[in-house]
Protein backbone atom coordinates (compact mmCIF):
# COMPACT_ATOMS: atom_id res chain seq x y z
CA UNK A 1 0.00 0.00 0.00
CA UNK A 2 1.13 3.38 -1.08
CA UNK A 3 1.98 5.90 1.63
CA UNK A 4 -0.97 7.98 0.70
CA UNK A 5 -3.68 5.76 0.54
CA UNK A 6 -2.61 4.47 3.90
CA UNK A 7 -2.90 8.25 4.95
CA UNK A 8 -6.47 8.74 3.41
CA UNK A 9 -7.24 5.56 5.21
CA UNK A 10 -6.34 6.52 8.29
CA UNK A 11 -8.13 9.82 8.37
CA UNK A 12 -11.05 8.72 6.40
CA UNK A 13 -11.41 6.24 8.85
CA UNK A 14 -10.65 8.95 12.37
CA UNK A 15 -13.62 11.27 10.37
CA UNK A 16 -16.36 8.06 9.54
CA UNK A 17 -16.07 7.09 13.43
CA UNK A 18 -16.12 10.57 14.51
CA UNK A 19 -18.66 11.94 12.97
CA UNK A 20 -20.38 8.70 13.60
CA UNK A 21 -20.03 9.12 17.26
CA UNK A 22 -20.48 12.75 17.33
CA UNK A 23 -24.36 12.21 15.46
CA UNK A 24 -25.19 9.67 18.05
CA UNK A 25 -24.22 11.28 21.28
CA UNK A 26 -26.48 14.04 20.06
CA UNK A 27 -29.55 11.61 19.04
CA UNK A 28 -29.14 9.60 22.15
CA UNK A 29 -26.61 10.66 24.86
CA UNK A 30 -25.93 8.63 27.50
CA UNK A 31 -25.75 10.77 30.19
CA UNK A 32 -25.88 14.90 30.62
CA UNK A 33 -22.52 16.35 30.24
CA UNK A 34 -21.56 18.19 33.37
CA UNK A 35 -18.90 20.56 31.34
CA UNK A 36 -20.57 20.68 27.88
CA UNK A 37 -18.49 20.28 24.67
CA UNK A 38 -18.08 24.03 24.73
CA UNK A 39 -14.81 24.24 27.24
CA UNK A 40 -13.65 21.00 26.15
CA UNK A 41 -13.82 19.91 22.33
CA UNK A 42 -11.44 22.66 21.24
CA UNK A 43 -8.82 21.36 23.42
CA UNK A 44 -9.09 17.72 23.20
CA UNK A 45 -9.07 17.95 19.97
CA UNK A 46 -5.94 20.68 19.83
CA UNK A 47 -4.43 18.06 21.75
CA UNK A 48 -4.85 15.59 18.68
CA UNK A 49 -2.97 18.36 16.33
CA UNK A 50 0.30 18.91 19.40
CA UNK A 51 0.11 15.08 19.37
CA UNK A 52 0.16 14.83 15.65
CA UNK A 53 2.87 17.06 14.48
CA UNK A 54 5.15 16.28 17.16
CA UNK A 55 4.79 12.66 16.99
CA UNK A 56 5.83 13.14 12.99
CA UNK A 57 9.02 15.81 14.12
CA UNK A 58 10.71 13.15 17.16
CA UNK A 59 10.22 9.85 15.71
CA UNK A 60 9.38 10.46 12.00
CA UNK A 61 9.30 6.18 11.59
CA UNK A 62 6.16 4.92 12.23
CA UNK A 63 5.34 1.47 13.33
CA UNK A 64 3.69 0.22 9.89
CA UNK A 65 7.32 1.42 8.44
CA UNK A 66 9.29 -0.35 11.09
CA UNK A 67 7.47 -3.58 10.58
CA UNK A 68 7.90 -3.00 6.41
CA UNK A 69 12.02 -2.55 7.35
CA UNK A 70 11.52 -6.15 10.00
CA UNK A 71 10.27 -8.04 6.67
CA UNK A 72 12.48 -7.44 4.53
CA UNK A 73 15.63 -8.03 6.65
CA UNK A 74 13.83 -11.11 8.69
CA UNK A 75 13.94 -9.56 12.10
CA UNK A 76 11.26 -10.44 14.78
CA UNK A 77 9.77 -13.61 16.12
CA UNK A 78 7.36 -14.29 13.13
CA UNK A 79 10.00 -13.57 10.66
CA UNK A 80 12.61 -15.78 12.12
CA UNK A 81 10.36 -18.77 12.40
CA UNK A 82 8.91 -18.16 8.99
CA UNK A 83 5.40 -18.03 10.29
CA UNK A 84 2.48 -17.37 6.99
CA UNK A 85 1.06 -13.99 7.11
CA UNK A 86 -2.23 -14.45 8.16
CA UNK A 87 -1.40 -16.79 11.44
CA UNK A 88 1.29 -13.98 12.02
CA UNK A 89 -1.21 -11.37 11.58
CA UNK A 90 -3.75 -12.53 13.81
CA UNK A 91 -1.00 -13.59 16.49
CA UNK A 92 -0.03 -10.08 15.96
CA UNK A 93 -2.95 -8.21 16.81
CA UNK A 94 -3.83 -9.89 19.85
CA UNK A 95 -0.41 -9.44 20.78
CA UNK A 96 -0.09 -5.81 20.05
CA UNK A 97 -3.37 -5.23 22.18
CA UNK A 98 -1.79 -6.89 25.15
CA UNK A 99 0.71 -5.14 24.62
CA UNK A 100 -1.21 -1.91 25.03
CA UNK A 101 -3.24 -3.04 28.34
CA UNK A 102 -0.05 -3.78 29.86
CA UNK A 103 1.25 -0.28 29.01
CA UNK A 104 -2.09 1.23 30.34
CA UNK A 105 -1.63 -0.92 33.37
CA UNK A 106 1.83 0.27 33.90
CA UNK A 107 0.98 3.94 33.05
CA UNK A 108 -1.65 3.65 36.11
CA UNK A 109 0.92 1.48 38.64
CA UNK A 110 4.15 4.09 38.09
CA UNK A 111 3.89 7.70 39.39
CA UNK A 112 5.30 9.44 36.90
CA UNK A 113 3.97 7.51 33.92
CA UNK A 114 0.48 8.67 36.01
CA UNK A 115 1.65 12.28 36.01
CA UNK A 116 0.91 11.77 32.11
CA UNK A 117 -1.54 9.25 31.65
CA UNK A 118 -3.63 10.96 34.00
CA UNK A 119 -4.54 13.81 31.76
CA UNK A 120 -6.68 11.68 29.27
CA UNK A 121 -8.09 10.91 33.11
CA UNK A 122 -8.68 14.89 33.98
CA UNK A 123 -11.52 15.18 31.77
CA UNK A 124 -14.40 16.06 33.30
CA UNK A 125 -16.82 14.73 30.83
CA UNK A 126 -16.34 11.34 28.58
CA UNK A 127 -17.51 11.82 25.25
CA UNK A 128 -15.76 10.96 21.68
CA UNK A 129 -12.69 13.67 21.82
CA UNK A 130 -11.54 12.02 25.61
CA UNK A 131 -10.75 8.82 23.57
CA UNK A 132 -7.95 11.15 21.27
CA UNK A 133 -7.18 13.20 24.61
CA UNK A 134 -3.48 11.75 25.76
CA UNK A 135 -0.62 14.06 26.27
CA UNK A 136 2.21 13.91 23.38
CA UNK A 137 4.61 12.87 25.91
CA UNK A 138 2.58 9.90 26.59
CA UNK A 139 2.21 9.36 22.44
CA UNK A 140 6.10 9.00 22.11
CA UNK A 141 6.41 6.56 24.72
CA UNK A 142 3.62 4.14 23.63
CA UNK A 143 4.79 4.77 19.45
CA UNK A 144 7.85 3.63 20.96
CA UNK A 145 6.79 0.57 23.00
CA UNK A 146 4.56 -0.52 19.92
CA UNK A 147 7.75 -0.21 17.32
CA UNK A 148 9.68 -2.42 20.12
CA UNK A 149 6.59 -4.87 20.12
CA UNK A 150 6.64 -4.52 16.30
CA UNK A 151 10.00 -5.32 15.92
CA UNK A 152 10.62 -7.94 18.41
CA UNK A 153 7.46 -10.03 17.14
CA UNK A 154 8.12 -9.15 13.55
CA UNK A 155 4.14 -8.16 12.78
CA UNK A 156 3.24 -7.90 9.30
CA UNK A 157 2.54 -4.29 8.18
CA UNK A 158 -0.90 -4.67 7.41
CA UNK A 159 -1.47 -5.93 10.51
CA UNK A 160 -0.09 -3.19 12.04
CA UNK A 161 -2.21 -1.09 9.87
CA UNK A 162 -4.98 -2.51 10.79
CA UNK A 163 -4.30 -2.58 14.74
CA UNK A 164 -3.83 0.96 14.82
CA UNK A 165 -6.46 1.70 12.75
CA UNK A 166 -8.93 -0.30 14.80
CA UNK A 167 -7.88 1.17 18.04
CA UNK A 168 -8.23 4.23 16.99
CA UNK A 169 -11.84 4.02 16.16
CA UNK A 170 -12.69 1.66 18.99
CA UNK A 171 -11.01 4.20 21.84
CA UNK A 172 -13.35 7.12 19.97
CA UNK A 173 -16.42 4.27 20.37
CA UNK A 174 -15.81 3.46 23.69
CA UNK A 175 -15.21 7.08 24.96
CA UNK A 176 -17.92 8.26 23.66
CA UNK A 177 -21.10 9.35 25.34
CA UNK A 178 -24.07 6.95 23.79
CA UNK A 179 -26.77 5.01 25.12
CA UNK A 180 -26.31 1.24 24.42
CA UNK A 181 -29.06 -0.23 25.22
CA UNK A 182 -28.22 -2.78 28.00
CA UNK A 183 -29.15 -6.22 26.15
CA UNK A 184 -27.09 -4.95 23.75
CA UNK A 185 -24.20 -3.65 25.82
CA UNK A 186 -24.12 -7.21 27.19
CA UNK A 187 -23.37 -9.25 24.58
CA UNK A 188 -21.08 -6.87 22.99
CA UNK A 189 -18.91 -6.44 26.03
CA UNK A 190 -17.61 -9.70 24.82
CA UNK A 191 -16.20 -8.72 21.89
CA UNK A 192 -15.56 -5.05 22.23
CA UNK A 193 -14.78 -2.81 25.14
CA UNK A 194 -18.22 -0.86 25.07
CA UNK A 195 -18.70 2.54 26.45
CA UNK A 196 -20.12 1.58 29.86
CA UNK A 197 -17.25 -0.62 30.54
CA UNK A 198 -15.25 2.08 29.77
CA UNK A 199 -16.59 4.45 31.83
CA UNK A 200 -15.69 2.88 34.49
CA UNK A 201 -12.25 3.66 33.89
CA UNK A 202 -12.92 7.25 34.16
CA UNK A 203 -14.68 6.90 37.86
CA UNK A 204 -13.17 9.33 40.01
CA UNK A 205 -12.56 6.77 42.79
CA UNK A 206 -9.41 5.24 42.45
CA UNK A 207 -10.32 1.49 42.96
CA UNK A 208 -12.52 1.60 39.89
CA UNK A 209 -10.23 4.00 37.54
CA UNK A 210 -7.62 1.01 38.16
CA UNK A 211 -10.22 -1.40 36.23
CA UNK A 212 -11.09 -2.20 32.97
CA UNK A 213 -8.09 -1.41 31.18
CA UNK A 214 -8.70 -2.49 27.86
CA UNK A 215 -8.92 -0.28 24.88
CA UNK A 216 -9.99 -2.86 22.01
CA UNK A 217 -9.93 -6.43 23.26
CA UNK A 218 -12.25 -7.01 26.07
CA UNK A 219 -10.78 -10.31 27.40
CA UNK A 220 -7.62 -9.27 28.99
CA UNK A 221 -9.09 -7.46 31.86
CA UNK A 222 -11.61 -10.31 32.52
CA UNK A 223 -8.36 -13.27 32.31
CA UNK A 224 -6.06 -10.47 34.38
CA UNK A 225 -8.85 -10.10 36.90
CA UNK A 226 -9.04 -6.21 36.60
CA UNK A 227 -12.49 -6.53 35.28
CA UNK A 228 -15.46 -4.37 37.01
CA UNK A 229 -19.12 -4.62 35.25
CA UNK A 230 -20.81 -1.59 36.95
CA UNK A 231 -19.57 1.71 38.99
CA UNK A 232 -20.81 1.55 42.67
CA UNK A 233 -22.11 4.73 42.36
CA UNK A 234 -24.00 3.60 38.99
CA UNK A 235 -23.43 4.60 35.15
CA UNK A 236 -25.82 8.09 35.86
CA UNK A 237 -24.63 9.13 39.13
CA UNK A 238 -20.73 8.20 38.79
CA UNK A 239 -18.28 11.01 39.08
CA UNK A 240 -16.17 11.18 35.94
CA UNK A 241 -12.34 12.39 36.13
CA UNK A 242 -9.80 12.41 39.15
CA UNK A 243 -9.67 14.37 41.95
CA UNK A 244 -7.32 16.87 41.61
CA UNK A 245 -7.49 19.62 38.29
CA UNK A 246 -11.52 19.93 38.56
CA UNK A 247 -10.83 23.75 37.84
CA UNK A 248 -12.82 24.55 34.48
CA UNK A 249 -10.00 26.40 33.48
CA UNK A 250 -8.04 22.94 33.51
CA UNK A 251 -9.86 22.14 30.74
CA UNK A 252 -7.40 24.89 28.73
CA UNK A 253 -5.11 23.32 25.52
CA UNK A 254 -2.12 24.62 27.78
CA UNK A 255 -3.59 23.35 31.04
CA UNK A 256 -3.56 19.85 29.52
CA UNK A 257 0.04 20.35 28.47
CA UNK A 258 1.21 21.50 31.94
CA UNK A 259 -0.75 18.94 34.09
CA UNK A 260 2.08 16.52 34.43
CA UNK A 261 4.38 19.25 35.49
CA UNK A 262 2.13 20.38 38.23
CA UNK A 263 1.21 18.35 41.91
CA UNK A 264 1.73 20.34 44.56
CA UNK A 265 1.62 18.56 47.78
CA UNK A 266 -1.31 19.65 49.06
CA UNK A 267 -3.26 18.29 46.27
CA UNK A 268 -1.53 15.25 46.25
CA UNK A 269 -2.77 14.51 49.21
CA UNK A 270 -6.19 15.63 48.57
CA UNK A 271 -5.90 12.89 45.61
CA UNK A 272 -4.34 10.07 48.40
CA UNK A 273 -7.26 10.97 50.50
CA UNK A 274 -10.11 10.74 48.07
CA UNK A 275 -11.14 14.41 48.21
CA UNK A 276 -13.69 14.84 45.25
CA UNK A 277 -13.52 18.22 44.76
CA UNK A 278 -11.35 21.78 44.50
CA UNK A 279 -8.41 20.23 42.99
CA UNK A 280 -4.99 22.42 42.79
CA UNK A 281 -6.76 25.19 40.66
CA UNK A 282 -8.78 25.92 43.44
CA UNK A 283 -8.37 29.87 42.97
CA UNK A 284 -11.22 30.34 40.94
CA UNK A 285 -14.61 28.89 42.45
CA UNK A 286 -15.17 27.03 39.24
CA UNK A 287 -14.86 23.62 40.07
CA UNK A 288 -17.14 21.32 38.40
CA UNK A 289 -18.49 18.38 40.84
CA UNK A 290 -20.60 15.21 40.37
CA UNK A 291 -23.52 15.10 38.38
CA UNK A 292 -26.84 14.45 40.02
CA UNK A 293 -29.25 13.43 37.19
CA UNK A 294 -32.65 13.97 37.97
ZN1 LIG B 1 -6.31 4.90 32.26
ZN1 LIG C 1 -10.16 6.37 28.70
Known amino acids: MDPTTEIALRIGAFAVV ?47 GVALMAAERGWGLFNLLGVPPWPAGIAGFLLLDLA ?21 HADLDIDVTTGVRFHPIEILLS ?7 VLALGVPALAVLAFEVTLNAT ?20 LVVT ?19 GFNLPWWDRLFGTYRPVPAAGYLGMTI ?31 RAGATSRGAGSERPTSVGSVKPS
Open 18 to 64: FAAMAAWEIAAPRRPLTAGRKPRWPSNLGIVVVDAVLVRLIIPVAAV
Open 100 to 120: IFAQHVVFHHVPVLWRLHRMH
Open 143 to 149: LLIRIAA
Open 171 to 190: SMFNHSNVAVPERIDRVLRW
Open 195 to 213: PDMHRVHHSIERRETDSNF
Open 241 to 271: GIPLFRDARELRLDRLLTQPFRNDQTAADRE
